[in-house]
């Protein structure tokens, strides 16, 4: 699972967290991106977001990965 802070008027990704490394059940990994992207998110003086899940349910990791990311500080 990949997430990303990005600027659209320029098209820049400004932050971004992965899951690649971590181990353990993927709903758990999710929520440790989530708490890995607000908290870059936070040290780039970033603390609103607009949440794009594309075409994907908000439910299961999506709804993990955003719930920590609320946990943690960051606004959508």
Do not use: C, N, W
């Not at 971004?16 to 758990?28: I, N, T, V, Y």
């Amino acid at each position: 699972m990949y997430a990303q802070v990005v600027d659209d008027t320029v098209g820049k990704v400004i932050v971004s967290a992965h899951d690649l490394k971590l181990s353990g059940p993927k709903s758990e990994r999710a929520a440790k991106v989530g708490e890995d992207i607000a908290k870059k998110a936070l040290a780039a003086s970033i603390k609103t977001v607009v949440f794009d899940r594309r075409s994907y349910k908000y439910h299961g990791r999506v709804k993990s990965l955003a719930d920590e990311a609320r946990k943690s500080g960051l606004e959508f």
